[in-house]
């Protein structure tokens, strides 16, 4: 199965070691990545901020990127959604909106690809520690990916899962959201990682990386021992594998 990757801007620029292990991870459940090198930013934060008209230059620019893949996977429920979120601000027009319809048919985040294309529950994974999950409010809420992180988690070979309490309470990142309403965002996230230190977790996962760059630096910040990973980490983490185990291990 040929999948082609959106890896998006954070991943790209931040986390790049959540997108090698998205395509290693992949790779290993038997598929063919193709990473088109044209791909440029979804749009999304223009887009948030109110400014749609200017935003449509970048998202007619990914339609075009993707118009040839089977399929199309990011390591971002946040970014996935927003190729879902073409047809709307395409719609009544002729010529767009059929190609963007076309691209949200086939666009899925990690998780959701595994477990419900691939049909794949258990990967493999074998990751020590135990662990707690932030469910961002794109994947879960727009996007409707909640049960696939969880299916995969708990095959994991050793891995501990506690839940992480109001687990569905924002983390305070949301986009521009952070930069235009910094004294609410920082108020957000320091429950975050309040409710995250209450769970004695090793690590927090999750399947953003907007939302864990923005829960990571708060708790560097703050001197909260647990780890954040993405879940692409944990999932690329085999048994057979320990020679490329994760630098924070």
């Given at each position: 199965?040929?999948v082609?990757?959106?890896?998006?801007?954070l991943v790209?620029?931040?986390?790049?070691?959540?997108?090698?292990?998205?395509?290693?991870?992949?790779?290993?459940?038997?598929?063919?990545?193709?990473?088109?090198?044209?791909?440029?930013c979804?749009?999304?934060?223009?887009?948030?901020?109110g400014?749609?008209?200017?935003?449509?230059?970048?998202?007619?620019?990914?339609?075009?990127?993707?118009?040839?893949?089977?399929?199309?996977?990011?390591?971002?429920?946040?970014?996935?959604?927003?190729?879902?979120?073409?047809?709307?601000?395409?719609?009544?027009?002729?010529?767009?909106?059929?190609?963007?319809?076309?691209?949200?048919?086939?666009?899925?985040?990690?998780?959701?690809?595994?477990?419900?294309?691939l049909?794949?529950?258990?990967?493999?994974?074998?990751?020590?520690?135990?662990?707690?999950?932030?469910?961002?409010?794109?994947?879960?809420?727009?996007?409707?990916?909640?049960?696939?992180?969880?299916?995969?988690?708990?095959?994991?070979?050793?891995?501990?899962?506690?839940?992480?309490?109001?687990?569905?309470?924002?983390?305070g990142?949301?986009?521009?959201?952070?930069?235009?309403?910094?004294?609410?965002?920082?108020?957000?996230?320091?429950?975050?990682?309040?409710?995250a230190?209450?769970?004695?977790?090793?690590?927090l996962?999750?399947?953003?990386?907007?939302?864990l760059?923005?829960?990571?630096?708060?708790?560097?910040?703050?001197?909260?021992?647990?780890?954040?990973l993405?879940?692409?980490?944990?999932?690329?983490?085999?048994?057979?594998?320990?020679?490329?185990?994760?630098?924070?291990?």
């Open positions: 199965m040929k082609t990757l959106f890896a998006t801007c790209d620029m931040f986390q790049t070691s959540a997108g090698k292990a998205t395509v290693e991870l992949l790779e290993h459940l038997g598929c063919t990545i193709d990473f088109p090198e044209s791909q440029v979804c749009g999304q934060p223009a887009y948030n901020s400014y749609v008209k200017e935003s449509k230059e970048a998202m007619k620019k990914m339609i075009q990127t993707f118009e040839h893949a089977e399929y199309v996977v990011s390591p971002s429920g946040s970014c996935a959604y927003m190729f879902h979120e073409y047809q709307n601000v395409f719609k009544g027009d002729p010529v767009w909106e059929p190609k963007a319809r076309a691209l949200a048919e086939k666009t899925y985040e990690l998780t959701e690809f595994i477990v419900n294309v049909k794949v529950e258990d990967v493999g994974a074998h990751f020590e520690g135990k662990v707690t999950y932030h469910t961002s409010c794109h994947m879960t809420r727009l996007l409707g990916v909640q049960e696939a992180p969880m299916k995969l988690l708990k095959n994991v070979v050793g891995l501990e899962y506690v839940e992480l309490p109001n687990k569905h309470q924002c983390c990142f949301g986009g521009t959201f952070s930069v235009k309403m910094a004294q609410i965002s920082e108020q957000m996230v320091d429950e975050k990682v309040q409710h230190e209450e769970t004695v977790a090793d690590y996962i999750g399947a953003d990386a907007g939302c760059m923005n829960i990571g630096g708060r708790m560097e910040r703050v001197g909260t021992p647990v780890k954040v993405h879940i692409a980490e944990v999932l690329n983490n085999r048994l057979s594998s320990f020679s490329r185990r994760l630098p924070s291990l």
